[in-house]
């Protein structure tokens, strides 16, 4: 992943659309990380690996978003440790986080 990658993940925290999956063969999990529609879905990040359950592929996905983090807070990122448990917290029922949905990183209100 380059820089400028990472600045563009870091940056538009509220306009990514995240999914994780399977391959075609179903033999391995993986992940993506694009824009939102307003940016035409612009791929910006998938993964290749060999991750051999659910699970190893989300720690991974948590690995790379912190590492985002990490790399781009002084070029004035805006990718939170709260922003990204919200949305690994998506995938708890998901396999996909949309960003870009306005209610999004909003707090649920109990009722």
């Excluded at 820089?3 to 563009?8: F, H, S, V, W």
């Excluded at 690996?49 to 948590?62: A, N, Y």
């Excluded at 004035?76 to 949905?101: H, N, P, Q, V, W």
Aim: hydrophobic share 35%; with cysteine.
């Amino acid at each position: 992943m380059t820089l400028l990658t990472a600045l563009e993940i870091a940056a538009n925290p509220t306009d990514l659309r995240i999914a994780i999956g399977t391959d075609a063969k179903e033999e391995a999990w993986e992940f993506s990380i694009s824009r939102g529609p307003a940016s035409n879905l612009k791929p910006l990040l998938e993964t290749r690996c060999r991750h051999q359950s659910r699970g190893i592929v989300l720690r991974s996905l948590r690995a790379v978003l912190e590492m985002i983090r990490r790399r781009t807070k002084k070029a004035g990122g805006s990718l939170s440790k709260k922003k990204i448990s919200r949305i690994m917290g998506r995938f708890r029922k998901k396999d996909l986080a949309e960003t870009y949905r306005g209610d999004f990183f909003e707090k649920k209100r109990k009722k």
